[in-house]
């Protein structure tokens, strides 16, 4: 059938249709439309005959209309393709196109203007928006169920408290999402609203998250609309004013809380603690002023302080006397402070109140002890300085000011030997002796330990200082009882005196510390004056420390080795480790003018250290290089060899360099040695058990135990220089020398003479079976680099000599 004939046979329908009828060819042009074309959108039925559907739709969905046509082409129909035509004023249609491919290549299209249908849906659609935006928006968490539980909503808070979002919950049923609801009163509360349909508001505690909740939920025929928000924080508050109210009465300071807005600011509230404080009972408490507590000799100053912060509305502490209802007094640290209301007007005022009695009974000692000795009630060192300025001050220019350093000769063994509590009373017993002795207007402090200091204020001369210093070692050396026991000590007395102006009275202290020390030196029992030479000794001390520490910061130190031989074969066999400084501007420093200092300072612990890593290293060097059969010999400390860690520092970085421990040998004086004889011997075998060589140094010059000396693991010994200078001249020398070596070759101990200058001294000991030597005849101490071109040139000349002499065989 044609479409003449066919549109012929549908004329009625498709001329009365209030839907939009189109023939469409398979390009989409308009073959015939029906009159609602006109009435819906004011085209002529000409005007848009052989027109492409792109005249009606608009651009952006013509892409979904060609879509549609490959569709059709395919013999597919279209349904409900929505898009949007203008009419012929201008005006956009939402249109709802059904469309299939019929006879003759047609398309026959029916379409459906749905343009109000369509803006109500937006209009839905914009409500539902704003809506959620709006639940988003609020802080209360908000979600609803359907009639079967299931999760149909959930705001931003709900999402982010019950931490799920919609996607994870939607369609999911509440007690299948939170099991652990099931069987709580949450569930409870939530089914009572759904089976009586009325609406329920709790607070609930969700264990699992440790939160508290307060909930509203409300029923209504789509299910249940549930709105909760975050209470922890309430609670939690709550629960601290709970705790605080408790913790207020089971305080053991006293608490009293009074209106402010009564004249005499009455008590309304007292805690217990305050009643055991006081001695009163509550009910004589309430509706009084806290001044009842007062008594004659309370602190005006803190009265007043109390009435001005009650007056300023302000916080304040005071400690003042109080007392309780048995007329007992007591010290009362007071801390008040005022409470305002919700608009900051003060209501009531809070007092803390403790006693301190026993703390200001404490204080007083303490500053007692602050400056005094608790042991022997004398001024301190603090007490002292004081006293010393005043007497600076206070003495005239044509008088002495002279202070006396006393330090007890022998209080140490006794301390020791008898215990702490008879040297105790032992140094009680001359605080008491001091005291009496120094007399009126003349002051006696302890310094420290068994070290007291004597000021003689406005005295006539020196002969009087000196006549004072020598009462005292009278008194101090006189016998004392203690416990049944006997004692006797002595003293040595440094001795200053003020000469001019001084920039710190202390000054004088220190220097009559200084010429203590020389007086001990000098033998016990002894008064030493100071001079000012002692002062510029003790100055360049301090400056050499400095240098030291600089050289130590600085690496200055270096090491040179002194070759040791054996004579008869002339082969090197070991080296000693000597430390050298080069100072910036001393120059070269002796080692005699620093490592003594060293030593008492502790900084000897840095520089041994260093020595032996650095010696370590270049033995390994040298061992690298071809020597194996040699030892490098390094000197040991008294302070290093005593240190509780010696023996595992050592060994471990003995082991970190990859030194054989066979190849080291230390060497240590015999005075070190015997300090603790017993522990020495302990330490050195374990040192000899790990394969180290021992050696004693500068031996003879000490004096051993020749007991302990057997005792010893150690390999050799070394002849002191001392005895190498004049052997040759000196029979005592001689002699000594002789004893050592047939001592050493009965012990079965290799013997080294150190500082051998001379051939002559080289032929004696050899002479007398001294095998081993080391001193300037042979080789001087060397650098490193310096040592190598020794060795080889060494090698090279008994390599040389022992040709020679086998072609002279």
Same mark, same amino acid.
């Given at each position: 059938?044609?479409?003449?004939?066919?549109?012929?046979?549908? @004329?009625p329908?498709?001329?009365?249709?209030?839907?939009?009828?189109?023939?469409?060819? /398979?390009? !989409?042009?308009f073959?015939?439309?029906?009159?609602?074309?006109k009435?819906?959108?004011?085209?002529?039925?000409?005007?848009?005959?052989?027109?492409?559907?792109?005249?009606?739709?608009?651009?952006?969905?013509?892409?979904?209309?060609?879509?549609?046509l490959?569709r059709?082409?395919?013999?597919?129909?279209?349904?409900?393709?929505?898009?949007?035509?203008?009419?012929?004023?201008?005006?956009?249609?939402w249109?709802?196109?059904?469309?299939?491919?019929? #006879?003759?290549?047609?398309?026959?299209?029916?379409?459906?203007?749905?343009?109000?249908?369509r803006?109500?849906?937006?209009?839905?659609?914009?409500?539902?928006?704003?809506?959620?935006?709006?639940?988003?928006?609020i802080?209360?968490?908000?979600?609803?169920?359907?009639?079967?539980?299931?999760?149909?909503?959930?705001?931003?808070?709900?999402?982010?408290?019950?931490?799920?979002?919609?996607?994870?919950?939607?369609?999911?049923?509440?007690?299948?999402?939170?099991p652990?609801?099931?069987?709580?009163?949450?569930?409870?509360?939530?089914?009572?609203?759904?089976?009586?349909n009325?609406?329920?508001?709790?607070e609930?505690?969700y264990?699992?998250?440790?939160?508290?909740?307060e909930?509203?939920?409300y029923?209504?025929?789509?299910?249940?609309?549930?709105?909760?928000?975050?209470?922890?924080?309430?609670?939690?508050?709550?629960?601290?004013?709970?705790?605080?109210?408790?913790?207020?009465?089971?305080?053991?300071?006293?608490?009293i809380?009074?209106d402010?807005?009564?004249?005499?600011?009455?008590?309304?509230?007292a805690?217990?603690?305050?009643?055991?404080?006081?001695?009163y009972?509550?009910e004589?408490?309430?509706?009084?002023?806290?001044?009842?507590?007062?008594?004659?000799?309370?602190?005006?100053?803190?009265v007043?302080?109390v009435?001005?912060?009650?007056?300023?509305?302000?916080? *304040?502490?005071?400690?003042? /006397?109080?007392?309780?209802?048995d007329?007992?007094?007591?010290?009362?640290?007071?801390?008040?402070?005022?409470v305002?209301?919700?608009e900051?007007?003060?209501?009531?005022?809070? +007092?803390?109140?403790?006693?301190?009695?026993?703390?200001?009974?404490?204080?007083?000692?303490?500053?007692?002890?602050?400056?005094?000795?608790?042991?022997? +009630? =004398?001024?301190?060192?603090?007490?002292?300085?004081?006293?010393l300025?005043e007497?600076?001050?206070?003495?005239?220019?044509?008088?002495?000011?002279?202070v006396?350093?006393? @330090?007890?000769?022998g209080?140490?063994?006794?301390? @020791?030997?008898?215990?702490?509590?008879i040297?105790?009373?032992?140094?009680e017993?001359?605080?008491?002796?001091?005291?009496?002795?120094?007399?009126?207007?003349?002051s006696?402090?302890?310094?420290? #330990?068994?070290?007291?200091?004597?000021?003689?204020?406005?005295?006539?001369?020196?002969a009087?200082?000196q006549?004072? &210093?020598?009462?005292?070692l009278?008194?101090?050396?006189?016998?004392?009882?203690? /416990?049944?026991?006997?004692?006797?000590?002595? #003293?040595?007395?440094?001795?200053a005196?003020?000469?001019?102006?001084?920039?710190?009275? %202390?000054?004088?202290?220190?220097?009559?510390?200084m010429?203590?020390?020389r007086?001990?030196?000098?033998g016990?029992?002894?008064?030493?004056?100071?001079r000012?030479e002692?002062?510029?000794?003790?100055?360049?001390?301090?400056?050499?420390?400095?240098?030291?520490?600089?050289?130590?910061?600085? +690496?200055?130190?270096?090491?040179?080795?002194?070759?040791?031989?054996?004579?008869?074969s002339?082969?090197?066999?070991?080296?000693?480790a000597?430390?050298?400084?080069?100072?910036?501007e001393r120059?070269?420093?002796?080692?005699?003018?620093?490592?003594?200092?060293?030593?008492s300072?502790?900084?000897?612990?840095?520089?041994?250290?260093?020595?032996?890593?650095?010696?370590?290293?270049?033995?390994?060097e040298?061992?690298?290089?071809?020597?194996?059969?040699?030892?490098?010999a390094?000197?040991i400390?008294? %302070?290093?060899?005593?240190?509780?860690?010696?023996?595992?520092?050592?060994?471990?970085?003995?082991?970190?360099?990859g030194?054989?421990?066979?190849?080291?040998? =230390?060497?240590?004086?015999?005075?070190?040695?015997?300090?603790? &004889?017993?522990?020495?011997?302990?330490?050195?075998?374990?040192?000899?058990?790990? +394969?180290l060589?021992?050696?004693?140094?500068?031996?003879? *010059?000490?004096?051993s135990?020749?007991?302990?000396?057997?005792?010893?693991?150690?390999?050799?010994?070394?002849i002191? /220089?001392?005895?190498?200078?004049?052997?040759?001249?000196?029979?005592?020398d001689?002699?000594i020398?002789?004893?050592?070596?047939?001592?050493?070759?009965?012990m079965?101990?290799?013997?080294?003479?150190?500082?051998?200058? *001379?051939?002559?001294?080289?032929?004696?000991?050899s002479?007398?079976?001294?095998?081993?030597?080391? !001193?300037?005849?042979?080789?001087?101490?060397?650098?490193? &680099?310096?040592?190598?071109?020794?060795?080889?040139?060494?090698?090279?000349?008994?390599?040389?000599?022992?040709?020679? #002499?086998?072609?002279?065989?």
């Amino acid at each position: 059938m044609k479409i003449s004939e066919l549109l012929l046979e549908q @004329d009625p329908f498709f001329t009365l249709s209030l839907d939009l009828f189109a023939w469409v060819d /398979r390009a !989409g042009n308009f073959m015939q439309v029906n009159p609602a074309f006109k009435r819906f959108l004011g085209y002529e039925l000409e005007e848009l005959k052989g027109k492409s559907y792109a005249y009606l739709v608009v651009a952006e969905d013509c892409p979904l209309v060609e879509e549609a046509l490959a569709r059709l082409d395919q013999e597919r129909p279209v349904r409900e393709l929505v898009v949007r035509v203008e009419d012929s004023w201008g005006h956009l249609h939402w249109i709802e196109v059904n469309a299939a491919l019929c #006879a003759e290549a047609l398309i026959h299209m029916v379409a459906r203007d749905i343009t109000h249908n369509r803006r109500l849906s937006q209009e839905v659609d914009r409500l539902a928006e704003r809506l959620i935006t709006t639940l988003d928006s609020i802080t209360d968490g908000f979600f609803t169920l359907d009639t079967q539980w299931r999760f149909s909503y959930l705001n931003a808070t709900a999402e982010r408290l019950l931490e799920h979002d919609l996607k994870e919950l939607e369609g999911v049923s509440l007690w299948d999402a939170f099991p652990e609801c099931l069987g709580t009163p949450l569930e409870r509360k939530y089914r009572r609203a759904f089976d009586d349909n009325v609406s329920v508001s709790f607070e609930t505690r969700y264990p699992d998250k440790g939160l508290w909740f307060e909930v509203n939920a409300y029923p209504s025929r789509e299910g249940l609309a549930v709105y909760f928000r975050d209470i922890s924080s309430r609670k939690s508050t709550e629960k601290q004013l709970n705790i605080l109210e408790r913790s207020i009465a089971a305080s053991t300071n006293g608490v009293i809380i009074a209106d402010a807005g009564e004249e005499d600011q009455p008590i309304i509230y007292a805690n217990p603690a305050f009643e055991r404080l006081t001695g009163y009972r509550r009910e004589e408490i309430l509706g009084r002023n806290c001044r009842f507590l007062q008594g004659p000799d309370t602190d005006p100053k803190a009265v007043a302080e109390v009435r001005a912060c009650i007056r300023d509305c302000r916080e *304040t502490r005071v400690v003042l /006397r109080n007392y309780r209802k048995d007329g007992t007094s007591f010290w009362n640290e007071l801390n008040i402070s005022p409470v305002p209301d919700e608009e900051g007007q003060v209501t009531h005022f809070i +007092g803390v109140q403790h006693d301190i009695t026993t703390q200001r009974d404490n204080e007083e000692r303490l500053a007692f002890s602050v400056t005094h000795d608790l042991l022997t +009630g =004398l001024p301190n060192r603090n007490l002292l300085e004081e006293h010393l300025k005043e007497e600076a001050l206070d003495t005239p220019d044509d008088c002495l000011l002279g202070v006396l350093f006393v @330090d007890l000769d022998g209080f140490k063994p006794i301390n @020791d030997t008898l215990g702490h509590q008879i040297g105790d009373m032992l140094l009680e017993q001359v605080a008491v002796r001091l005291s009496r002795q120094a007399g009126p207007g003349n002051s006696v402090a302890r310094f420290e #330990a068994d070290e007291f200091v004597v000021v003689m204020g406005a005295c006539t001369g020196e002969a009087a200082v000196q006549a004072m &210093a020598e009462e005292i070692l009278a008194a101090i050396a006189r016998p004392y009882r203690i /416990r049944g026991n006997e004692l006797r000590i002595t #003293a040595s007395i440094g001795v200053a005196v003020k000469e001019g102006l001084l920039d710190s009275p %202390m000054i004088l202290v220190q220097r009559a510390d200084m010429a203590m020390y020389r007086a001990k030196r000098q033998g016990h029992n002894t008064i030493y004056w100071y001079r000012h030479e002692l002062a510029i000794k003790a100055s360049e001390s301090v400056s050499l420390r400095r240098d030291i520490q600089q050289a130590i910061d600085n +690496g200055q130190f270096e090491l040179h080795y002194q070759p040791q031989l054996h004579g008869p074969s002339g082969r090197v066999t070991g080296f000693e480790a000597l430390i050298r400084w080069q100072h910036p501007e001393r120059g070269f420093v002796s080692p005699v003018d620093f490592i003594g200092l060293a030593e008492s300072t502790g900084q000897i612990i840095p520089i041994s250290d260093w020595v032996l890593e650095t010696a370590f290293r270049d033995a390994r060097e040298l061992n690298a290089l071809g020597m194996s059969d040699f030892t490098m010999a390094v000197n040991i400390s008294p %302070m290093q060899f005593q240190r509780t860690h010696f023996v595992s520092d050592l060994l471990r970085m003995l082991e970190k360099s990859g030194l054989a421990p066979e190849l080291l040998e =230390l060497e240590l004086t015999e005075g070190v040695l015997m300090e603790n &004889a017993a522990w020495a011997v302990e330490t050195l075998g374990v040192l000899r058990r790990e +394969g180290l060589q021992l050696a004693i140094d500068d031996f003879g *010059t000490g004096f051993s135990s020749l007991s302990y000396l057997k005792h010893l693991p150690v390999s050799k010994v070394k002849i002191d /220089r001392t005895f190498i200078n004049d052997l040759v001249s000196d029979h005592r020398d001689a002699a000594i020398v002789k004893g050592i070596i047939a001592m050493a070759r009965a012990m079965k101990l290799q013997v080294l003479a150190e500082g051998v200058e *001379t051939h002559a001294q080289y032929a004696y000991l050899s002479r007398h079976q001294c095998t081993l030597y080391q !001193g300037f005849h042979f080789a001087r101490p060397m650098p490193l &680099a310096r040592l190598k071109v020794f060795l080889d040139e060494h090698h090279r000349a008994q390599k040389a000599t022992v040709a020679q #002499a086998g072609g002279n065989t």
